[in-house]
């Protein structure tokens, strides 16, 4: 079954969730909480995501964040592998930690942002685990409704009253309020899909989306077809990326190290410019499986970062010239 395409606008702030696979209750203990929450603001920091409420029951949890660029999906690969990483260690354990893909929700009405922000408070209460939601600590809403300099929590504050500190005041109230039934939630079934805008905006974005996957899908075609006439071999490949000098510029910040953006490399001209399969790609390279390969050339396609510093190699190591 094809899983449809993840919506990412510049500036979008979206209902962002999941749980643990087989309903495991890993935010039972506080430590794993502090540890997520951890991995989230990091990955938020260096992708410039703006994290604007969390919320973690025992199986799952909902933020509602907003991203600067067009980047989620490397936001959410960078905490979730981390996270995964240090559930598995600490309970000894291998496999998935999480359910399902992460579901990502854009938001782009006042109503349906309200809507979602009110659902999420209401969980610890519904789930029975408290009667005093400002009692809850596996939230930021402490920190959101008390006295704070953070401008991520402007975006509520400024639903109630530009002046930020009236409006700090009016949202406390208004979760008081929400809590003992005195304001009505719309249905939120009723914002299901990932598009809230009119007929108009969404074609827009649309648009843009395809066409910025046809320029990459036209790129590599023009690449793939200029080396192929080249005839790069992989005995080629491999001397072509060990004599070349490998800058800082071409991985840091982009690659967690130098040793693995040499070999995605090798694995992209592998398959783009030499036309290897996947399973030749596996057998030379002597790799476990060929999903591993795929994967790490979806992350590559997807990131405009990566797509560029493998150019910049490509260019300045290989190309006489660059590819109109």
């Known amino acids: ?76 690969q960078r905490y979730a592998t981390k996270f995964a990483r240090y559930i598995n260690k600490k309970f000894n354990r291998k496999g ?9 929700k854009l938001i ?28 809850y600590k596996w939230s930021n809403l402490d920190e959101i409704i008390n006295e704070n300099d953070n401008k991520n929590y402007s975006i ?27 304001v009505k939630l719309e249905n939120i079934e009723k914002f ?23 320029r990459k899908k036209v790129d590599l075609e023009k690449r793939a077809n200029y080396y192929q006439t080249k005839k790069v071999s992989y005995e080629e490949i491999k001397n072509i990326i060990a004599k070349a000098s490998i800058k800082n510029e071409y991985w840091k910040g982009i690659w967690k190290t130098k040793s693995k953006f040499v070999l995605h490399l090798k694995w992209y001209l592998l398959r783009y410019f030499c036309n290897f399969t996947l399973n030749k790609i596996r057998i030379i390279e002597r790799a476990k499986k060929h999903s591993t ?7 590559i396609k997807r990131s405009s970062k990566k797509i560029t510093a493998i150019n910049s190699f490509i260019k300045e190591n290989i190309a006489k010239k660059d590819i109109k």
Request: charged content about 30%; aromatic content about 16%; glycine content about 4%.
């Open 1 to 76: 079954m094809i899983r449809p395409r993840r919506i990412v606008v510049k500036n979008g702030v979206y209902h962002f969730y999941n749980r643990f696979i087989n309903g495991e209750a890993f935010f039972q203990d506080i430590e794993i909480v502090r540890v997520f929450v951890k991995y989230l603001y990091e990955a938020a920091n260096y992708f410039n995501v703006d994290i604007i409420f969390w919320m973690c029951m025992q199986n799952h949890f909902h933020i509602i964040l907003r991203i600067n660029n067009e980047n989620l999906s490397e936001f959410i």
């Open 96 to 104: 998935p930690v999480f359910e399902s893909r992460h579901k990502t």
């Open 108 to 135: 782009d009405t006042d109503e349906y942002f309200m809507t979602v922000l009110g659902y999420i408070i209401l969980n610890p209460i519904k789930s029975g685990i408290v009667n005093d939601i400002f009692k």
């Open 156 to 182: 509520i504050y400024d639903y109630f009253s530009k002046d930020r500190e009236v409006g700090r005041k009016f949202f406390k109230k208004w979760v008081r309020d929400l809590v003992n039934d005195k």
């Open 192 to 214: 299901h899909g990932q598009f809230l805008m009119n007929k108009i905006k969404k074609e827009e974005i649309l648009k843009n989306i395809n066409r910025r996957q046809n």
């Open 293 to 299: 390969i795929s994967s790490a050339l979806e992350r």
